[in-house]
């Protein structure tokens, strides 16, 4: 097609692109580009495979053995369950461990996952001084561990500790919180407690950022109260941050270690089962077969419920 002055007319607007195709076989993704794409999603499964799942294998199949840690493969003797057979009926400390963090999971669920709610939905309310609060109550969960442990020993301390100084004034004996088997598990319960509330309150509070307003609204028109709306509306739309603060609770109340091992090395009162993993393998006794069977028990104990509540969870949302 040509113009009238001889020139060569461009093509109708949607010829060109129909007749113009990509040559088959040929990818938009370039060599390059796949090489960039593998390295950034393998290093970290890599690094992930390594550290995680390499030592949680080995410990699975260390806790069927008898190894002190020294020498190679050939000083690693096969015994079956009796690793096993030996915690659960012979060794002291492994059921006060099951029992200590049993309750370690219910303090953390039943009074510091309450209070952080409670705490999250009076910040929600934009008070004078929310970003104070906000800020105070959150600054636990950004000390570290061996920190709030110091901490916990100026309040507590036998001698020199804030607690006790008061109650000298008032004519009470000294208190032995940390050496006390029957006090110190409550005592560290407390710091661990408060470090834990600032975590659920500031998981809560992002959750009820982003809660529409129209569902408060509409609930304060149908005439229900304060409360009402919180249980019956808000807590229910919040059902993702809900099983977010679960695993997070049920973790980090198996996984306590620092506070315990700070102050008597898990002992006397306060086993637990992480300590005694530690105890057993980095420990004089150097039993790596027995503590990789104590480490197996906690990741089963650990793993088990919050696989058992999300895969209960996702069959419901599926119906």
Not at 117 to 137: P, S
Not at 217 to 223: C, L, P, S, T, W
């Amino acid at each position: 097609m040509t113009s009238d002055h001889g020139v060569a007319a461009p093509p109708p607007i949607g010829v060109g692109a129909a007749t113009v195709s990509r040559p088959k076989g040929r990818s938009r993704v370039s060599r390059r580009d796949k090489w960039i794409l593998a390295l950034l999603l393998g290093i970290p499964a890599f690094v992930h495979i390594f550290l995680v799942w390499v030592p949680t294998l080995a410990s699975v199949v260390l806790s069927f053995t008898s190894w002190n840690g020294i020498g190679g493969l050939d000083r690693i003797r096969f015994v079956g369950i009796d690793n096993y057979q030996v915690l659960a009926t012979v060794y002291p400390p492994f059921w006060p461990a099951i029992a200590h963090n049993l309750i370690w999971l219910g303090v953390f669920l039943f009074i510091a996952t309450p209070l952080g709610i409670f705490f999250a939905v009076l910040l929600d309310k934009e008070l004078r001084g929310t970003r104070f609060y906000q800020g105070a109550l959150y600054l636990p969960v950004v000390l570290s561990l061996a920190i709030i442990g110091f901490i916990a020993q100026l309040f507590l301390s036998t001698d020199e500790g804030l607690v006790n100084g008061v109650l000298g004034g008032f004519g009470v004996k000294p208190v032995d919180w940390f050496g006390d088997s029957s006090l110190n598990l409550w005592a560290v319960l407390i710091f661990a407690s408060w470090r834990q509330v600032g975590h659920v309150m500031i998981l809560y509070l992002a959750g009820l950022k982003g809660v529409d307003p129209t569902l408060r609204e509409a609930a304060k028109v149908d005439g229900a109260t304060a409360i009402q709306t919180f249980f019956r509306v808000i807590f229910p739309v919040m059902r993702p941050i809900n099983i977010v603060v679960l695993v997070i609770t049920v973790i980090e109340s198996l996984r306590a270690f620092d506070l315990a091992f700070i102050i008597n090395r898990g002992t006397n009162g306060l086993e637990l089962l992480s300590t005694l993993v530690t105890n057993n393998i980095i420990g004089e006794a150097s039993r790596i077969g027995f503590g990789s069977a104590i480490a197996v028990i906690l990741l089963v104990v650990a793993v088990g419920p919050i696989i058992f509540y999300l895969t209960r969870t996702l069959r419901e949302e599926a119906r």
